[in-house]
């Protein structure tokens, strides 16, 4: 489980939390054989019924009947990573000018030092559907180069990987079978701190381990995520449990098992979880259109603390305080200004500002959202128009497709940059790498890297690059790239 100090993405993170529920109940007689007269007084109390164990067993909830009925749809994830190669001179660029002399001359490497052993990790899943669709995080089958699932029946599968969101760290493996065991689905929404959730996973590779607690706080916002208000428990995660299911005493799927909150390492008490409306949609999407598309109203908030809410007159804290709005953007087409305070998106209350990234990124682009703000001691009523979020990672190479074009054959994964991101780093360029593999990684190409122009034609979009790259005439494209403040072309060769 991957940590982000202190919080910690379980890379397979797991549940256990043992609660104790205790009852101690006393009673005491007494004789007064040599006082025949008694007070009221000085009568013996009555005798106090002492719990029994039976009573007290009726007082827990039955994990057991849970577990028997929905564990057989919770799997286990086995992950094998791609195996990164080992450069000939560490610490020396490819491009180097005197990476090729010291390559031919220089000492020779041992055979055996040329790659790092492939990276293995386990998580959990669990079946949404009998033909095979499976949920897990992002972050266990991240750069996985082959996912297996095992049942607890033990039976194996090679899965395929449908897609991944990292915005939200899901994922979606599909393997081939029928009339599996699937879990029922439930609504996260209606969660209340203090009430009893359990999950099921496979910390440290023991698989279908159960561990249960309660729930903490609801839409809890993290470091990073802006797209899923986070469920907090106290039910144990480690290592092996991520992307595991977090059920309700009802037998729903109320979240999916993501982090945990650790100076250790290890599990401390605080462990988080995504809800199950945002990874369905999540779902959803990657399975119709292999994408994820969310929207946007082109705002910065805060939270509204106490001294906040006086100023702008509150009857107390809550809402989105809106800091900056985009110049000509949908939220300034709809009339949001600075210093508002948005209360309520389409009916939904917001009570702090995390809620609203999430509320309005699973708005359809170009739909009609209802906002409601405060606004000089009183409520006005907007209507917005969201647009698309820039998509994350787009896919301009995929080199094993025997019909892929000459762009495919580059080996690259861009994305256009955000305003905010052009503005950070000064740039001209629109498009990032986001990842290369193939011709792109050979020639050098890295992450982070700004792309500027294909053979001395300024690049401006995905669609600019992809055409770049088809137009050439010669078995190599000069890319102009951006990188650390400088620009140095980099050739790649197609195919």
Known sequence: ???????????????????????????????????????????????????????????????????????????????????????????????????????????????????????????????????????????????????????????????????TDPATDIAVLKIDATNLPTVKIGD???????????????????????????????????????????????????????????????????????????????????????????????QQQLVSTGKVTRSRIGVSIQDVNAQLAESFGLDRPRGALVGMVENDGPGEKAGIKAGDVILKVDGAEIETSS???????????????????????GIKRLTAKPVEIAEKGVKVANRDDPEADETAKLGLVVRPLDREEKQQVDTEGNLVVEDSDGPAAAAGVQRGDIILAVNNKPVKSVEDLKNAARKSKGKVVALLIEREGGQIFVPVRVG
């Open 188 to 282: 996260a929404s209606k969660l209340r701190p203090g009430e009893w959730v359990i999950a099921i996973g496979s910390p440290f590779g023991f698989e279908n381990s159960v561990t249960a607690g309660i729930v903490s706080a609801t839409s809890r916002s993290m470091p990073g995520s802006n797209y899923a208000p986070f469920i907090q428990t106290d039910v144990a995660v480690n290592p092996g449990n991520s992307g595991g299911p977090l059920f309700n005493m009802q037998g729903e799927v109320v979240g999916i098992n993501s982090q945990i909150y650790s100076r250790s390492g290890g599990y401390m008490g605080l462990s988080f979880a995504i809800p199950i409306d945002v990874a369905s949609n999540v």
């Open 355 to 377: 809620q609203l990234p999430g509320i309005i990124a699973s708005k359809k682009p170009g739909s009609t959202v209802n906002i409601e703000v405060w606004r000089d001691g």
């Open 1 to 163: 489980m991957p940590v982000r100090q202190p919080f910690k993405r379980a890379k397979a993170t797991a549940t256990a939390v043992a609660v104790v529920l205790g009852v101690a109940m006393a009673g005491c007689s007494g004789s007064f054989a040599d006082n025949p007269v008694q007070s009221a007084a000085s009568s013996a109390p009555p005798a106090v019924e002492t719990a029994s164990p039976r009573n007290l067993a009726a007082a827990l909830p039955d994990f057991a009947s849970l577990v028997d009925r929905y564990g057989p749809a919770v799997v286990n994830v086995a992950v094998v990573g791609k195996s990164q190669p080992v450069a000939d001179f560490p610490g020396m660029s490819p491009n180097d000018p005197f990476y090729e002399f010291f390559r031919r001359f220089g000492q020779p490497v041992p055979r055996g030092r040329q790659n790092i052993p492939q990276p293995r990790g386990e998580g959990s899943g669990f079946i949404v559907s009998p033909d095979g669709y499976i949920l897990t995080n992002a972050h266990v089958v991240d750069n996985a180069e082959e996912v297996t699932v095992k049942t607890t029946d033990r039976r194996e599968y090679t899965a395929k990987v449908v897609g």
